[in-house]
Nanobody
């Protein structure tokens, strides 16, 4: 039932900004968490940010604190990841993911129940 569709990926220069969007639908109740997870080919997959519904409580991976912001537009059922001061090490496939329950998935934990298709973010000169 839960559907997650990402958009907004692409190529950006180091130091630049990018905003990812996730259209979320089909949640059976107001209690859930939505997060962003990234994976570099050949490496482990790490959660980087998470937001709880309905409280709006957030959690971030230490390496993105102060640079990335996760937020929700409840009226539009959209979850955003605003990424600033991007570095080449941020290059990865980014997934929108969700878990049911009144929880926050603390990064780098990636124990989500539902996943989007993933979008490429490349940070390069």
């Amino acid at each position: 039932q839960v559907q997650l569709v990402e958009s907004g990926g692409g190529l950006v220069q180091p130091g630049g900004s990018l905003r990812l969007s996730c259209a979320a639908s089909g949640f059976p109740s107001e209690y859930y968490a939505v997060g962003w997870v990234r994976q570099v080919p050949g490496k482990e997959r790490d959660g980087i940010a998470c937001i709880n519904s309905p409280t709006g409580q957030t959690a971030y991976l230490d390496s993105v604190k102060g640079r990335f912001t996760i937020s929700k537009d409840n009226a539009k059922n959209l979850i955003y990841l605003q990424m600033n001061m991007l570095k080449p090490d941020d290059t990865a496939v980014y997934y929108c993911a969700a878990a049911l329950g009144n929880i926050v998935i603390t990064p780098p934990n990636d124990a989500y129940d539902y996943w989007g298709q993933g979008i490429q973010v490349t940070v390069s000169p």
